[in-house]
């Protein structure tokens, strides 16, 4: 028998089947789909960042403090640019009060006081265009787009920006090197740096960073350059970005985002995956009498298995080629769902890696996972044309077992192919084989509970309609598992974000500070206090901060650490600069874990510090480590003698350091201010009035960032339910797919109720029972395991207290167990409307 | 001259936790080649059993079976299978074609699994001696009982074989209709020159083989050259009776 047979009888045999195929088809398009547009959307952004690299950061080299230049520092700069024959810019860039004199409001911004002609790659976008380059000419400034708007600000008018008031030339839509995204907490407003000192913003202590950008013709000069200058721009606590380095810095930012849009892909394949060999299962069940006549005349159970793989095969192919032009189309539309992220601008075009990847995925998860229910088809005895019986011989199959075994590796191993951490890995596929541990579990117990309680006195309608859920060939476990599996998803994301965003409210009720006044200079102090008193404002917090940078830990240099691969010590902490503050007690928020707190002290060697829990992990510090700080050019040696528990969640300033009272009181600081305002009228004109006396000094309004917190999770959370629709679609289709499966099952019984004078009425109860009961315990098994999942969350990765609310626990059980009985009924009307005779020809 | 069939010693059992049943004990009986046989009984007599283990669909308890030379309790289900394409043809009371194949596709499969060449006109052939040339292209469900099983005796006789196993192939068809496929069951039979195997509670089908085996409880009551049984009272009585 040559091989095309095995395709003409396959194509045969499919004749009456061919609608249940494609529902095995649609499991996976969308799984696929997902997948592909991902993985396009992935490919595609890369090579974009790639294509325009240069505008990613506006220039082909930026060197940066984030502290004021001392002449030394200056000099380098100015000289770097001159050896190699670099156009330059510079830029001061800081946080700071605007004030709007035509309505009277304020508002935290990032003040970017530019000089020369940045950005060099790509554009300073501004409507109108020209004001790009107008505001450089004259005491002017472009403005965020959404301030503009947010404020009422029209071309022309006046700005207060410090002791100094500025014409708006236009507004800011864009500049290289900045998202949407990032410009959100403090948006940009740009001025001429020549008019910076005028504004009177810049003091000593203040927060500010300088940038350096260089436009460098011949490439390999500026290499050569940048190793030679290596050493003497660290030596100056001088940091530099190339465009190699900010281009891996953008694309590593994004491949994690991409991991987990992969990984939420990929939940929505494996669903795609379940609904397979569901649909599959059944399919098989259905083929029981043909498999047995055809084993009956001749054919070998290998034959009969290769004739239905073929027909899987066919349509994984079908289900992956679709699924790829679904994904390949909605890849379109992913820009302007991330254009919030995005820090190029991305040009869409078909990845042919991406379809190629996502077809073979999908005919791999086609045939791996209903291999398992196609297996047994080598079992069905041609007995079965003799004598009725449920199929195949339930004996031990090493096959199968093997298969199960395949189907664990390709999910790790697909896991691992996405998100390249083994730990992250383990977690996940751990949870996974928890989750469906306890769906299985929860649906023998459904099984047994029903059997062993069966309420034999219910009337009839109830009774039948329950011991649906034990029959053979009943649909509880893969119902439960699919419903109950997307329900957790679906329902962990929702959570989730509920979760953080709940943790924001909540810090904003009840006597809880919500304003934070900072930048306040020694003398400043004072008066702000007595300004706030005058508006019946409670002083919560007074803090002294000050920025200091590790010089030597236990007698090694920072150099020396940075290059020992042996320490644990973080490297980011180690070249940070330094908050600090000083005090005498510990705070409400904070709590002794080791040592003693050391409240006074006087001389500047061997000073006792107290540091937090997460700074000592982070340093790998224990009591008795020596630090050295440089505290603006003076050297302090600290002794760890105390390590405090902090709640970071409160708003308020905490502080990973604490010096003792009696060391640090002469060193250049600023003040922190921390109060509570009753409402947004009095904040603003607390704000005002700060802003008109205090030009330099910032506020922080809890509402502005409750409501940025807000609106950034707003967007994630749209990027992430948009990802998630995929799963949310694949699980309706798989309930209806399974539903569909057991409508096969379900319509002879009909008929034969009918037959004997069942009415419509009595059957579709029956169904109801049946759907309502399965649709309940699978929504509430799914909220239950997100309701685990978002507790660990909590716990283990944001540290918060997690209270689920009632409400859209209800809400998420409401809509899917309605969406399980509406599909379940909808599909039995369909069975109802026919007549018996007509139904039984059908069989 | 060598039997076709030969059951030595056979048993069958089936067994769960609780219970132990016995369906056929130590059966023994030869048929030669060309022999038409039935094999009646009452319900739960082991008839349909019997069948299906001479047949190869399935192994038995204890005891031989050995079909045309080949002993088949030392062949695997695939083997057996491969052995059925080629020497065995099957009738069965409630037909058994394949849904989803056209009247002459369900005929070829047998002689498309062996590889055989001018398989469509083998099947075509046979469908018109069956006097369905015109229905070749329909759908089991676009036909009636009789052509149905009209369909399923031509794919019996498509791969010539050298023995047909009939289950109750006149228990689904009115009386007329069930005279017709009789008829060409019997014709056909004698052109072949098939030895058939007739399982049967139809004692005047009965009547038209050559030879008769009775089983009662599994065992067999009586093997014997057919002549005058149809006007037995002991036949049909309850299994318990025995």
Same mark, same amino acid.
């Given at each position: 028998m ?5 395709f003409?009888?396959?194509?045969r ?7 249940r ?6 499991s ?8 592909v ?7 595609n952004l ?23 230049l ?8 100015k ?49 109108p ?18 301030l ?8 022309g008018?006046i ?15 864009g ?6 995204f ?30 350096a ?6 490439s ?9 200058v ?49 649909s ?10 043909t498999?047995?006549v055809l084993?009956? +005349?001749? &054919?070998?159970?290998?034959?009969? #298995? *290769?004739? %239905? $793989?073929?027909?899987?095969?066919? =349509?994984? @192919?079908i289900? !992956? ?5 679904l994904?390949?189309? +909605?890849? &379109?539309?992913?820009?302007?769902? #991330? *254009?919030? %992220? $995005?820090?190029?601008?991305v040009? =869409?075009? @078909?990845?042919? !890696?991406?379809?190629?990847?996502g077809?073979?995925?999908? +005919?791999i ?6 291999l398992?229910?196609? $297996?047994?088809?080598?079992n ?33 191993g ?8 083994f730990?992250s ?6 949870f996974l ?5 306890i ?15 069966f ?7 109830l ?11 009943n ?23 509920d ?24 003398d ?50 180690l070249?940070r600069?330094a908050r ?12 002794l ?23 000592q ?5 224990k ?7 440089d ?16 709640d ?22 600023t ?12 904040s ?16 922080v309004?809890?509402s502005?960032?409750l ?26 289709l798989?309930l ?39 649709g ?24 918060m207290v997690?209270?689920?609310g ?38 | ?17 609780k ?9 023994n ?5 060309g ?9 739960g ?6 069948l ?7 192994q ?9 030379g ?39 499969v047998?002689l ?31 036909l009636?009982g ?20 009939a ?8 009386d ?6 009789e008829?060409?069951?019997?014709e ?14 139809d ?12 089983l ?10 057919n ?16």
């Open positions: 040559n091989i095309g047979w095995y003409k009888m396959a194509w045999e499919s004749r009456r089947s061919r609608g195929l494609i529902l095995f088809a649609s996976i398009i969308l799984g696929i789909a997902a997948l547009a991902i993985n396009s959307f992935d490919a890369r090579e974009n960042i790639e294509s325009q690299s240069k505008e990613l950061l506006g220039a082909d080299l930026r060197v940066f403090s984030s502290k004021p001392l002449p030394e520092q200056e000099a380098i700069i000289s770097l640019g001159e050896s190699i024959e670099a156009e330059q810019s510079t830029e001061v860039s800081f946080a700071s009060m605007i004030l709007f004199p035509k309505t009277g409001d304020t508002r935290l911004v990032a003040i970017r006081a530019l000089e020369g002609d940045f950005p060099y790659y790509g554009k300073m976008s501004t409507n265009s020209s004001a790009a380059t107008e505001f450089r000419k004259k005491q002017a400034t472009v403005i965020d787009k959404t503009m708007i947010q404020f009422g600000v029209e071309v008018d700005v207060k920006i410090g002791a100094l008031e500025f014409e708006v030339s236009g507004s800011l839509l500049v290289p090197g900045q998202t949407g990032g410009s959100a907490v403090a948006p940009a407003v740009f001025i001429p740096k020549r008019y910076l000192e005028q504004t009177g913003l810049v003091q000593k202590g203040s927060r500010i960073e300088n940038l950008y260089y436009k460098v013709e011949d390999e000069k500026l290499a050569a350059l940048i190793e030679e290596k050493p003497q721009l660290k030596k100056n606590n001088l940091r530099f970005t190339t465009v190699q380095k900010r281009k891996e810095d953008v694309a590593d930012a994004f491949s994690f985002a991409n991991k987990f849009l992969n990984l939420v892909a990929f939940l929505a394949l494996l669903l795609g995956c379940i609904g397979v060999a569901s599959i299962h059944v399919y098989i069940k259905s083929k029981v009498k498999v047995a084993r009956c +005349i001749g &054919m070998t159970g290998w034959q009969s #298995f *290769s004739v %239905f $793989l073929i027909q899987i095969l066919a =349509m994984g @192919i289900g !992956s080629i679709l699924g790829a032009i994904g390949s189309s +909605i890849q &379109m539309l992913l820009p302007t769902v #991330f *254009s919030s %992220f $995005l820090p190029v601008d040009v =869409m075009k @078909i990845s042919w !890696s991406s379809i190629l990847l077809i073979i995925t999908g +005919i998860v086609s045939i791996l996972f209903a398992w229910p196609l $297996l047994s088809i080598r069905i005895s041609p007995l079965n044309t003799l004598r009725e019986s449920d199929g195949a011989k339930n004996s031990f199959d090493f096959l199968r077992m093997g298969v199960l075994v395949l189907i664990g590796i390709f999910i790790a697909f896991a691992y192919f996405q998100i390249r951490d730990k890995v383990l977690l996940f596929c751990g084989i928890f989750s469906l541990g769906l299985i579990g929860i649906s023998a117990l459904i099984i047994w509970a029903v059997k062993k309680f309420p034999s006195r219910f009337p009839y309608v009774r039948q309609g329950l011991s649906n859920l034990y029959r053979p060939n649909q509880t476990l893969i119902l439960v598992t699919c419903i109950g599996l997307g329900t957790a998803l679906i329902s962990t994301l929702f959570f989730t974000q979760l953080l965003i709940s943790q924001v409210e909540f810090a904003g009720t009840g006597n809880q500070p919500n304003m934070i006044l900072f930048d306040i200079q020694k400043q102090a004072e008066e702000l206090e007595e300004m706030a008193a005058g508006f019946e404002l409670p002083i919560i917090q007074k803090v002294p901060l000050i920025t200091m940078r590790l010089n030597e830990l236990n007698g090694k240099s920072i150099e020396e650490l940075s290059e020992d691969p042996d320490n644990d010590v973080s490297r980011g902490m070249n600069e600090v503050t000083f005090r005498g007690e510990m705070v409400e928020s904070e709590s874990t080791e040592g003693e707190f050391t409240g006074n002290f006087e001389g500047f060697e061997d000073v006792p510090v107290s540091i937090a829990e997460r700074y992990n982070l340093m790998d510090l009591l008795g480590d020596r630090l050295v700080f505290v603006h050019g003076t050297l302090i040696s600290t002794i760890v003698t105390s390590i405090r528990k902090v970071w969640t409160k708003l308020q300033t905490n502080f990973f350091i604490i010096f003792p009272l009696g060391v640090l009181e002469e060193a250049p600081f003040n922190v201010l921390v109060t509570r305002v009753p409402n947004n009228e009095v603003a004109k607390f704000q005002q009035s700060v802003v008109t006396k205090f030009p330099n000094v910032s506020a309004d809890l502005l960032i409501k940025t917190v807000e609106d950034l999770l707003n967007k994630v959370s749209f990027v992430i339910r948009f990802m998630a629709l995929f799963s949310i679609i694949t699980g309706l798989i209806v797919g399974s539903v569909i499966i057991s409508r096969y099952q379900r319509v002879k019984e009909s008929v034969l109720l009918r037959t004997i004078g069942g009415t419509r009425k009595q059957i579709l109860t029956i169904y109801f029972v049946e759907y309502f009961i399965l309940s315990l699978a929504s509430l098994s799914g909220i239950l395991l997100a309701l685990l999942a978002c507790w660990l969350l909590a716990m283990y990765s944001f540290k997690f209270i689920p009632i409400l859209p626990i209800f809400m998420i059980y409401i809509v899917i167990t309605g969406l399980t009985v509406l599909i379940g009924m909808l599909n039995s009307a369909g069975i109802l409307s026919k007549s018996p005779l007509e139904v039984l020809r059908m069989e | 001259m060598n039997s076709i069939l030969s059951v030595k010693n056979l048993s069958k059992h089936f067994s769960n936790n219970l132990s049943l016995t369906v056929l004990d130590n059966i009986f030869d048929i030669m080649p022999e038409s046989v039935s094999i009646v009984g009452a319900s007599s082991g008839k349909t059993t019997l299906g283990l001479c047949a190869g669909l399935d038995p308890s204890s005891g031989e079976i050995v079909l045309n080949t002993k088949l309790n030392n062949l695997n289900e695939d083997e057996r299978a491969i052995l059925r394409n080629k020497d065995v043809g099957f009738v069965f009371q409630n037909f058994q074609l394949i849904p989803t194949l056209t009247a002459l596709e369900n005929v070829m047998p498309e699994l062996q590889g055989a060449k001018n398989v469509r006109k083998i099947a075509s052939d046979l469908l018109a001696r069956v006097g369905l040339k015109d229905r070749a292209k329909h759908y089991p469900s676009e009636s009789g052509e149905q099983q009209r369909v399923a005796l031509a794919r019996a006789f498509c791969n010539s074989p050298k023995i047909l196993f289950d109750e192939p006149t228990g689904n068809l009115d007329s209709t069930g005279a017709l496929v008829n060409l069951l019997f056909i039979n004698r052109e072949l020159g098939t030895t058939l195997i007739l399982v049967t509670h004692l005047e089908l009965a009547k038209k083989t050559q030879r008769v085996i009775r009662k409880g599994g065992k067999i009551l009586s093997d014997e050259i002549e005058g049984i149809a006007n037995d009272p002991t036949l049909y009585a309850s299994t318990d009776q025995v």
